[in-house]
């Protein structure tokens, strides 16, 4: 039995989840609109290795179904030219989630994304973000949320070359994570299957790798 949030979060951000097993391709007028960051997410997928979920924007519903039903062993790597996008990237990694962050010490600070210094990434939020700076000022690393909707909130993070190895990434994961939940939501992360320096974040973060995997077309 999944946490209401987690079940919420997923019937909204793909626009259903299933009761049944096995892989539901299912319409979704998300997939045709701007997401957060004001660019299309035109294919979204969460599989618990049990049930699955893959949301593309109601007019492509039939080609990607017939797709599944031609070549099931292509469907990824088609999935881009299949949703209309064959310029964008096909994401594929965990689909993590916690209701217990790691214990970590905080480490940032949340300021403006219109604050100066700040890469160019984190200036893409409309809300403040989770900072870490040295004692000249200068950025070292941050941490910022993704709200998809009410129930589910990814986190992003990014430290820069010359701070890494400190351990600033995992504690502000945690960090961002705690706020999350006091929002009443659930907090995730996705990553890519081969970025092994996320993937120890997110452990070390109390992010587990549940055998969950979400794949889908995002753009470069």
């Known amino acids: 039995m999944l946490d209401r949030r987690l079940q919420l979060h997923l019937a909204s951000w793909l626009g259903q989840w299933p009761v049944?097993?096995?892989l539901h391709?299912?319409?979704?007028?998300?997939r045709a609109v701007p997401a957060w960051d004001g660019r299309l997410r035109p294919a979204l997928a969460a599989d618990t290795g049990q049930s699955a979920v893959?949301?593309?924007a109601p007019d492509r519903v039939a080609a990607i179904r017939a797709l599944i039903e031609r070549a099931p062993q292509r469907m990824l790597a088609a999935l881009p030219e299949t949703v209309g996008h064959p310029a964008f990237c096909l994401h594929d990694g965990p689909f993590r989630w916690t209701f217990s962050p790691a214990p970590l010490p905080d480490v940032g600070e949340w300021t403006p994304s219109s604050a100066p210094g700040l890469p160019p990434w984190l200036r893409l939020f409309d809300r403040p973000v989770?900072?870490?700076r040295d004692a000249d000022g200068t950025y070292l690393a941050g941490a910022a949320i993704k709200r998809h909707d009410a129930y589910g909130h990814e986190l992003a993070v990014g430290t820069v070359a010359a701070a890494r190895g400190r351990g600033l990434a995992r504690r502000l994961v945690a960090q961002a994570a705690r706020r999350v939940l006091d929002?009443?939501?659930?907090p995730t992360y996705l990553h890519e299957e081969d970025n092994h320096a996320s993937a120890r974040v997110a452990e070390a973060a109390g992010f587990p790798d549940r055998g969950?995997?979400?794949y889908?077309?995002?753009?470069?």
């Open 20 to 22: 049944r097993p096995g």
């Open 25 to 30: 391709v299912v319409a979704s007028h998300r």
């Open 54 to 56: 893959l949301s593309v």
């Open 130 to 132: 989770l900072v870490v």
């Open 183 to 186: 929002e009443g939501a659930v």
């Open 212 to 214: 969950w995997r979400a």
């Open 216 to 220: 889908g077309v995002y753009p470069r």
